[in-house]
């Protein structure tokens, strides 16, 4: 404590340079927080619309002809049709699933893999968001990863009785 009141009272200059290195340093780490969390806020926005195409595209696929016989089944070549058409006309993705502001790139949607089964109806999406920093020193691509599924299986006991 004694070092800090002699540096404050010191006329040479020091306590200049400390201030210069403090507000340096709380500007930095500023800067990095306020990266964090819009590229999480990123994230969360664009799982959240990803999970609506991937619920919608089961329930589009849902083969209600099998449902009142109390079995559940899907069309899953129909559920991938589905879930790439609400990719492009839905969340705006061009032919590359990459999502523009205007003129300015935001993201990239890159998909690993589409695993449907027909019984249970399951659709399993594995990719990762793929963006950038708006931050010209944190360069290079983040690469946010994601596994989404969506299950339907609501039928009725004993099926119809017709």
């Known amino acids: ?50 999970q609506r195409g991937v619920n919608s595209s089961v329930e589009y696929a849902m083969r209600d002809d099998y449902r009142r016989d109390g079995y559940s089944r899907m069309d899953s070549a129909l559920a991938q049709e589905t879930l790439y058409a609400y990719f492009y006309e839905n969340m705006g993705l061009d032919s590359g699933l990459n999502k523009y502001a205007g003129n300015q790139w935001v993201y990239q949607l890159e998909i690993e893999r589409i695993d449907a089964t027909d019984s249970p109806p399951c659709l399993t999406l594995t990719g990762a968001l793929k963006t950038r920093s708006v931050f010209n020193f944190l360069s290079g691509t983040i690469r946010l990863p994601f596994t989404i599924s969506s299950v339907n299986i609501r039928i009725e006991e004993g099926g119809s009785h017709d």
């Open 1 to 50: 404590m004694d070092y800090f009141k002699r540096m404050m009272n010191n006329r040479k200059g020091d306590v200049f340079l400390f201030i210069l290195i403090l507000v340096f340093f709380i500007l930095t780490l500023s800067v990095i927080l306020s990266e964090y969390f819009r590229i999480e806020s990123l994230y969360q926005q664009a799982e959240y619309v990803i």
